[in-house]
């Protein structure tokens, strides 16, 4: 499933293609290294899954790493995510010592001898202080910066304040007092990926009905990481208002992340509160056929995450033509064009939420007007082409520094 860039011809122009074959040719020889935290689970390996491959093909050098830490790192390294997304926490010295010394304990197998180097999310984010900086270093935050703890914010700039450029999801986020050089650079999906490329109906069928899902109810779907920010146990309240009002099913689509140390018990929180429901199914771990198949089939994907950093399931979803309802949240308004493609919502509404789901069930020529309207928007912008040229420019931009 090794894909080239030729293969997107069809998609994109092939003038687009040329000219992002074109401009990689000023990165040649040029080593490059990605290193997150995560190799599954979330839009991060989601992303990097996608485009360092593709980067690999144009004859480029672009490595990726994963971090190695224990268990406690990542519980100390989700409250840290937790408290830059607006929860409060309390910095002890054993939390930051834990979250350093865990990266000076990394950087001592991780031997970094690349041109340029780009960092993704505050799990490895200190790594730059382990080495003799001697290239282009780039903080990437995929997270909802919105509202950080200043608190922790304020430790956190001492490592971003070493990086020559830090890289945001949305210009809202960009803000907060870090004094460098930025960018914008929004994520993308990968149209030929097992998660998003085209399905025969047969094979929508097949994967759904595995699901327990009747086929021929309507369905109403979010897919996302057991997270509290996703608010899974928003979105069943928003379907029991619905189920009043109307027949649908829920199917509620989850994993649990390398990274997550919270999501086991937010997972068995969520059976709990469904159990014995027989409209709501829980899926752990479905692969990509089953999710794409998922998306196709239902008739309202959800995303009702109370902070989002982008919220590439919703793209996803767009991308298949099937309308979204979600909060006005980090990046969903770029994605979600209210009335267009689907409806943006506040996410404390709960019943206003359900109205909308409602609106999109209960018409289906709108269903499929916005369907049409949603490709379209996925297409214009948040297609893995448009992203990997935006990553060249930075890059052949930073390293004729
Ligand atoms: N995902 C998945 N299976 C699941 C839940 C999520 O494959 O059970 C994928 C989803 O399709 C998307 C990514 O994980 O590609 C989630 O990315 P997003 O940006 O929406 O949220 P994040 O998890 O990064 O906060």
Redesign the pocket.
Known sequence: MLRRLSDYRGIVSDAKISEIHRKSRKLYKKHILHISSTPY??????ILRSIIPLFNDMGLYVGWRTMIGSPDFFRVTKKFHNALQGDDITITHKKTELYEDTNKLFSRFTHIDHDLVVIHDPQPLPIIACYRKRQPWIWRC?IDLSRPHRKLWNYMKGFILSYDMVVYQMEEFAAHGIPGDFKVIK?S?DPLSM?NMELPKSTIKKYVKRTGVDVKRPLITQ???F?K??DTEGVIKVFDIIRKEMDCQLLL???I?LDDPEAQAMYERVLSIVKGSKDVRV????H?VM?NAIQRASDVVL?KSIR???????S?ALWKGTPVVASKVGGIPAQVVDGINGYLVRPNDYVGTAKKVMDILSDKNMRKEMGRNAKRHVKENFLVTRHIEEWIDLWVEMLSW
């Open positions: 689970g979330g839009g991060v390996a989601e995929h994520p999906i998660k897919i996302s990481r997270d920010w996703k689509v989850g994993d992340a899926i752990l771990g479905a990509d999710v995303q989002e950093g982008f919220g590439l399931t919703v996803e």
